[in-house]
């Protein structure tokens, strides 16, 4: 494989989790020129007793840039007040309100545009919206909400499904696709045999054609990023051309390992440490690949192994810092998976939902902290536990 290859598998998973606050109204947008909107969806209104007409509520996307919505409404008396609520479904959001810029008159024209690149929603994010309008009068009219789906329409997508996991792809035959989709099927199954963590939710798959088309789809992406699981979403997008199969379907194993682990540890107090997160993944592929291995292995006879510690915050950007961490998460969990079986990984996530940290799971579990944990594994390695192994990562 190539060096820009093993980037891609090395690095294959940027996992971004955003949280929308809504805190009140906030007043922002120009007082707009008429503007041309492409229809994004219709709004119904609420039992409207009052005086205001709606002549239009449609939104214009700019996959995955911006997204514009748009407002017309007149009545028989001034209208004064216009507030536009919007909220990102995902398994954490709130309601977020905005008070766009409009000149007063019986008659008006608004719209206000949401930078995406703020909350990076990814290919086939929903939104709900509402618009609500009052005059000098007093008199509120309120629309029912909304539902406008983020597509990347750039693309022709096709579309396969099981019971668990919806696939999308573009480039390849259905032959290509049903063999992501069986992979995919067969990594949650290997996971759940192993570990017993299960998808609780469905999975959406978006395949790109290149990690390039991948990267124009993303936000601010790394030049390395090969794959996003967007867990808040439910959402995986990747990049694999039909003819890196191979690589595709340990990839989606990686990615699809992320949303399980998320979804069964997310709650307000979750301190997952990176190497379990990662640990879990790169174990869900399967054998640790020929690059991982030679990393791990000149690692052990050298000494030069990364600490526990250091391995439960982010992973370096350097490509073969992060080689080695992918390669020593994975070894962990094998370590814990082998010598104390599965059902108390399971209950090491379960502990994490419930609200802990690292070191005092590790305690409710293992009855050993991180310090106990680093001793044991680096033994396991045929290491002494006394050496002092890496502090932290260089920059």
């Known amino acids: 494989m190539s060096k820009e290859g093993n980037k891609l598998q090395i690095l294959s998973v940027l996992v971004l989790l955003v949280l929308v606050v809504g805190l009140g109204c906030q007043s922002g947008g120009g007082i707009p020129s008429k503007t041309s909107f492409e229809p994004g969806a219709s709004l119904e209104l609420e039992s409207n007793p009052y005086s205001i007409d709606l002549l239009s509520a449609v939104i214009q996307p700019d996959f995955p840039n911006s997204l514009t919505f748009g407002l017309e409404c007149k009545g028989e008396s001034e209208i004064t007040d216009i507030e536009l609520h919007y909220e990102p479904l995902k398994r954490s959001s709130a309601v977020v309100c905005i008070w766009p ?50 597509n990347d329409s750039r ?66 992406p790394q030049e390395w990023t090969g794959g996003v699981a967007f867990t808040n979403y439910g959402t995986i997008a990747i990049g694999i051309s039909p003819s890196n199969l ?18 069964m540890t997310f709650g307000p107090f979750s301190d997952l440490p990176t190497w379990l997160d990662e640990g879990l993944a790169v174990y869900a592929e399967g054998d640790l ?24 915050s982010s992973f370096p950007a350097d490509p073969q810092e992060a080689l080695l961490a992918y390669a020593e998460s994975y070894s962990i969990v094998k370590f814990l998976i082998e010598e104390y079986g599965s059902d108390k990984v399971l209950r090491l996530l379960q502990v994490f939902k419930e609200g802990s940290s690292p070191d005092g799971a590790l305690k409710k579990v293992y009855e050993f902290g991180t310090d106990g944990l680093e001793m044991r594994w680096r033994t396991s390695l045929g290491l002494e536990s006394g050496v002092t192994a890496i502090a932290g990562f260089g920059t």
């Open 289 to 312: 690949g020929e690059s991982f291995r030679n990393a791990l292995e000149s690692a052990v006879s050298e000494q030069d192994l990364h600490s526990v510690e250091s391995l439960s």
């Open 246 to 263: 191979s690589w595709g379907k340990r990839a989606l194993a990686h990615e699809l390992t992320h949303l399980v682990v998320h979804q």
């Open 155 to 220: 693309y022709d997508w096709q579309e396969i499904s099981s019971d668990k996991i919806r696939l999308l792809w573009y480039q390849g035959n259905r032959e290509f696709a049903e063999g992501l989709l069986s992979a995919s099927e067969a990594a949650l199954d290997r996971l759940s045999k192993d570990v017993g963590a299960q998808l609780e939710k469905e999975a959406t798959i978006y395949i790109y054609a290149s990690s390039t088309e991948l990267r124009n789809a993303l936000v601010f």
């Open 101 to 150: 810029d409009f000149e007063r008159a019986r008659e008006v024209q608004t719209s206000w545009t949401l930078d995406t690149r703020k909350i990076s929603l990814p290919p086939g994010a929903q939104i709900r919206y509402r618009w609500v309008v009052e005059n000098v009068d007093g008199e509120v009219l309120r629309t029912e909400w909304g539902r406008f789906t983020f």
